[in-house]
């Protein structure tokens, strides 16, 4: 039976601003991306969404990004590799020790926003995460967008990876992400996002926002916890998978 990972970006809430449906949306997901502090969240935010997903057995992951509140981590920010890397093994460390103090521990880690598609282009950038991730605890599995430079580095520093694809996203010919600021990048239309899933799991293929198709790998399929239709999407995706003979579990048993 194909196997597929099911992931959302959530823990996004900040003091009194709530943002997503994270006690919803974990019911439907088996990894979490669970933001650190910078770009989002906070630090009983993050210990309540450690706790959320480990009640719901969903896996734990870490989801650093650029310090920039302001923009939700979605601004383009210029870095070094080494600010870069410094940067992830901060916010690694934080959500690694909040998740130890709850009984759990922290099994991936995915980028955030701009650092995220910054480093699925630029291969410096790539080495620099994937390097902060494999100096700090070598058996977490590093998440990058679908055969990016992120997949390549990590491969190459010796960490296990999961190609992601994105439900809710379009995709340019070259297999990036369209840019959040033109029209279309974010896909509205829940049964077409359903559809695309199955269509990227089962053949491997998508196609992008000009109508080329783009061949990828899928070993997790991201659906955004600020989607405002998030959950429904969520379980819409996980019933088709089902329907056509695709188990939904975990990067760990997608990956062997």
């Given at each position: 039976?194909?196997?597929?990972?099911l992931?959302?970006?959530i823990?996004?809430?900040?003091?009194?601003?709530?943002?997503?449906?994270?006690?919803?949306?974990?019911?439907?997901?088996?990894?979490?991306?669970?933001?650190?502090?910078?770009?989002?969240?906070?630090?009983?935010?993050?210990?309540?969404?450690?706790?959320?997903?480990?009640?719901?057995s969903?896996?734990?992951?870490?989801?650093?990004?650029?310090?920039d509140?302001m923009?939700?981590?979605?601004?383009n920010?210029?870095?070094?590799?080494?600010e870069?890397?410094?940067y992830v093994?901060?916010?690694?460390g934080a959500?690694?020790g909040i998740?130890?103090?709850?009984?759990?521990?922290?099994?991936?880690l995915?980028?955030?926003?701009?650092?995220?598609?910054?480093?699925?282009?630029?291969?410096?950038?790539?080495?620099a995460?994937?390097e902060?991730?494999?100096?700090?605890?070598?058996?977490?599995?590093?998440?990058?967008?679908?055969?990016?430079?992120?997949?390549t580095?990590?491969?190459?520093?010796?960490?296990?990876?999961?190609?992601?694809?994105?439900?809710?996203?379009?995709y340019?010919?070259?297999?990036?992400?369209v840019?959040?600021?033109?029209?279309g990048?974010?896909?509205?239309?829940?049964?077409?996002?359903?559809?695309?899933?199955?269509?990227m799991v089962?053949?491997?293929?998508?196609?992008?926002?000009?109508?080329?198709?783009?061949e990828?790998?899928?070993?997790?399929?991201?659906?955004?916890?600020?989607?405002r239709?998030?959950?429904?999407l969520?379980?819409?995706?996980?019933?088709?998978?089902?329907?056509?003979?695709?188990?939904?579990?975990?990067?760990?048993?997608?990956?062997?």
């Open positions: 039976m194909k196997k597929i990972d992931n959302s970006d823990g996004e809430s900040m003091g009194v601003y709530k943002v997503g449906l994270d006690e919803e949306i974990v019911k439907h997901i088996s990894s979490a991306n669970i933001a650190c502090g910078w770009h989002a969240g906070d630090p009983l935010v993050m210990e309540k969404t450690v706790d959320i997903s480990r009640d719901h969903v896996k734990i992951g870490a989801h650093p990004g650029f310090m509140m923009g939700f981590g979605r601004r920010i210029s870095v070094s590799p080494k870069l890397k410094s093994k901060y916010q690694l959500i690694m998740a130890a103090s709850r009984g759990a521990k922290v099994e991936h995915k980028a955030h926003g701009s650092m995220y598609n910054l480093a699925a282009r630029d291969i410096e950038l790539a080495m995460l994937a902060a991730v494999y100096e700090v605890d070598k058996g977490i599995i590093l998440v990058g967008l679908s055969n990016s430079e992120i997949i580095a990590g491969k190459r520093v010796g960490l296990k990876v999961a190609n992601e694809v994105f439900a809710d996203r379009s340019n010919r070259d297999g990036t992400l840019d959040r600021s033109v029209l990048a974010v896909i509205e239309d829940e049964s077409f996002a359903i559809e695309r899933v199955v269509g089962k053949d491997g293929k998508v196609r992008s926002i000009d109508g080329y198709e783009v990828i790998a899928a070993d997790t399929v991201c659906v955004h916890g600020d989607n239709k998030a959950v429904e969520a379980r819409g995706i996980g019933e088709a998978l089902k329907c056509s003979g695709i188990s939904v579990v975990s990067m760990s048993e997608v990956l062997g």
